[in-house]
């Protein structure tokens, strides 16, 4: 029971910062907006650290390796793997000519979800992946570290949630598609944990290597999209005081609860 319910807080992260389109007037505060970016990027920052590079050394060294290969290994990993994706499937990013038109729209809005759904994978690859080191009781990985790796994720699903369905609602999108549209875009965390737990279960060896590889891959979308996207335009340090904030929470979260 526990397990479910961890699998699914990240995804009710996004959910819930999708509604906040409901109590939205106007077009979102670019300022708002840079803060949250900067936000999520810092809480994926420190996850990355804390709740998977590390346990990854630590574990690869209670197995007799070289503690620092198999961390080096999978983060490079993740990282190439997100680009390759980013390379064959192309979308919009914050310095993205957008088309106009109905169509057009259809179209930006397709890829907007898309982008960030495909963001979300390693994130729920993460969370998989430390449930499933808890489950099978190794070293550097806790129910409880699980739960504060889901529960940082699911804080910053909640502006990137709001950061998706707040523009689709400016863009002329209705509040509920706009939700709608937001929600999804988080559906592939659960999706991507409970196939993460079912492969890991068939190869611990290399649970260091998927530990660092959803390190790898989560900093790959930080770098790519979040800060570029949080220092667009006007100059302004609204974006750096969001990821200070966001990585100075998730690291207490994970200390305190991991």
Do not use: C, R
């Not at 192309?90 to 930006?108: D, F, M, Q, R, Y």
């Not at 891959?217 to 200070?244: D, F």
């Amino acid at each position: 029971m526990e397990l479910a319910v961890i699998l699914w807080i990240p995804f009710l992260g996004t959910m819930l910062g999708s509604a906040m389109v409901f109590f939205m007037k106007n077009k979102i505060n670019i300022k708002i907006q840079k803060l949250l970016l900067g936000f999520a990027a810092g809480v994926m920052i420190a996850a990355s650290v804390w709740s998977l590079l590390i346990p990854s050394m630590d574990m690869a060294k209670e197995q007799g390796e070289i503690n620092w290969f198999p961390a080096v290994t999978g983060f490079l990993a993740g990282m190439i793997f997100l680009l390759v994706l980013d390379t064959l499937i192309p979308h919009l990013h914050a310095n993205s000519k957008k088309p106009e038109g109905i169509k057009a729209k259809l179209k930006n809005t397709t890829m907007l979800v898309f982008a960030v759904a495909l963001h979300n994978l390693p994130e729920g690859m993460a969370v998989g992946v430390t449930l499933a080191g808890a489950i099978l009781g190794n070293v550097g990985i806790t129910l409880a570290g699980a739960f504060a790796l889901a529960i940082g994720i699911a804080i910053q699903n909640f502006p990137e949630g709001a950061i998706i369905s707040m523009p689709l609602k400016s863009e002329g999108i209705s509040k509920s598609k706009a939700f709608i549209y937001g929600t999804l875009s988080g559906i592939v965390e659960p999706i991507g944990a409970i196939i993460t737990i079912l492969l890991t279960n068939m190869v611990v060896p290399i649970l260091p290597y998927l530990l660092s590889f959803a390190a790898g891959a989560m900093l790959y979308v930080v770098v790519e999209e979040l800060i570029p996207e949080a220092q667009e335009g006007e100059h302004s340090n609204i974006g750096t005081i969001g990821v200070a904030i966001g990585f100075v929470l998730m690291m207490i979260l994970d200390v305190v609860l991991g």
